[in-house]
């Protein structure tokens, strides 16, 4: 049971570049999330999705994009990357709002992104 | 709004000596608590979660947690602590009925041997 995978695990990018992280969850989770992590700010949320075709933008989301065309799939762009945006990102997802509960998240063991 | 606030950034504490992690949380509508814990180059695992019930909720490796709806508080605790124990904890919230989850700034736990 791979629970969320994120590729790549490690990039390095120059200025102006472009790129998308990808994340996958095999758990059928209806909610998916993108955070970046720096330190000593603990998790920031970039967008999240309730569902397969809907994002929405969340903390933190200017510079990325997001698109959930597969439930099981969501990815992050950073459409014109700058240092500013040298982090660790974290996907996560979590069980549909329908539970009577709301659920602890799962998540991936992130992509150390560098911008150059 | 909501917030979540972990006093510590670092934490020092010598092997086998008990220790106590804080986290307070202001919210004026219901919340679900969790605790994470994040080894290095790893993500996030939860350790422990208040959902409803006991006020005290056991965790994974010996820990535990207390919930205090007077004082908004859900520290984290461990009688004795190991080497291995040394990672950063994060307490987070959920906001009841809602997508969000709002998390700490983390405090960073070393284990002395």
């Known amino acids: 049971n791979a629970g969320v995978t994120q590729t790549p695990k490690f990039r390095v990018l120059k200025t102006g570049q472009s790129m998308t992280l990808l994340c996958a969850q095999d758990?059928?989770?209806?909610?998916m999330y993108w955070y970046r992590q720096d330190p000593g700010m603990g998790l920031r949320l970039i967008h999240y999705?309730?569902?397969?075709?809907?994002?929405a933008k969340g903390e933190v989301p200017d510079g990325y994009n997001v698109s959930r065309l597969k439930k099981q799939n969501f990815l992050l762009g950073l459409e014109s990357a700058a240092p500013s945006q040298t982090s660790v990102y974290f996907c996560?997802?979590?069980?549909?709002?329908?539970?009577?509960?709301?659920?602890?998240?799962?998540f991936g063991d992130g992509t150390r992104l560098s911008i150059l | 709004a909501q917030s979540v606030t972990q006093l510590d950034s670092q934490v020092p504490v010598f092997e086998e000596a008990p220790v106590e992690l804080r986290c307070n949380y202001s919210?004026?509508?219901?919340?679900?608590l969790f605790w994470y814990v994040q080894y290095p180059n790893q993500g996030l695992q939860l350790l422990l979660k208040?959902?409803?019930?006991?006020?005290l909720v056991k965790g994974i490796n010996g820990f535990e947690a207390e919930f205090n709806k007077s004082q908004t508080s859900f520290h984290l605790r461990k009688p004795s602590v190991h080497i291995s124990d040394t990672a950063e904890y994060f307490c987070?919230?959920?906001?009841?009925?809602?997508?969000?989850?709002?998390f700490g700034t983390g405090t960073r736990l070393k284990v002395l041997a």
């Open positions: 919210s004026s509508v219901s919340v679900y």
């Open positions: 758990m059928n989770h209806e909610y």
């Open positions: 987070a919230v959920s906001i009841s009925g809602t997508y969000k989850y709002i």
């Open positions: 999705s309730v569902g397969e075709g809907t994002t």
């Open positions: 996560a997802s979590s069980y549909s709002r329908v539970t009577a509960f709301n659920q602890p998240q799962h």
């Open positions: 208040y959902l409803s019930g006991s006020t």
